[in-house]
Nanobody
Framework: QVQLVESGGGLVQAGDSLRLSCAASGRTFSDYGLGWFRQAPGKGREFVAAINWNGGDTAYAHAVKGRFTISRDNAKSTVVYLQMNSLKPEDTAVYFC??????????????????WGQGTQVTVSS
């Protein structure tokens, strides 16, 4: 089992940047594919970005493609990052990190991730 702890959320203005971090512990980091999801008030959880076990494959939601970047470096740390640039008010949500064993390919489906962090709030003001 792997434990996930997100950090880096906050209140920013439209156009600003934030970098979210998700620290993993408990099992071999490279055994897991990772994803970021978000949930806005009154809405369901939606896919944001995913990365496979070695960082060689990534995927992004259409709404964030070109603005967000997911990354990991298994040789340096057990952290996955989500760099968020050109933030918009519609990016306001609680952002969750998730992990799934294997992870040789990316997954956009939340039901395929059994391990979740507690979430970090991102608020973008206009």
């Amino acid at each position: 089992q792997v434990q996930l702890v997100e950090s880096g959320g906050g209140l920013v203005q439209a156009g600003d940047s934030l970098r979210l971090s998700c620290a993993a512990s408990g099992r071999t980091f490279s055994d897991y594919g990772l994803g970021w999801f978000r949930q806005a008030p009154g809405k369901g959880r939606e896919f944001v970005a995913a990365i496979n076990w070695n960082g060689g494959d990534t995927a992004y939601a259409h709404a964030v493609k070109g603005r967000f970047t997911i990354s990991r470096d298994n040789a340096k740390s057990t952290v996955v990052y989500l760099q968020m640039n050109s933030l918009k008010p519609e990016d306001t949500a609680v952002y969750f990190c998730a992990a799934r064993a294997g992870g040789f390919t990316v997954s956009l489906r939340s039901e395929q991730y059994p391990y979740w962090g507690q979430g970090t709030q991102v608020t973008v003001s206009s």
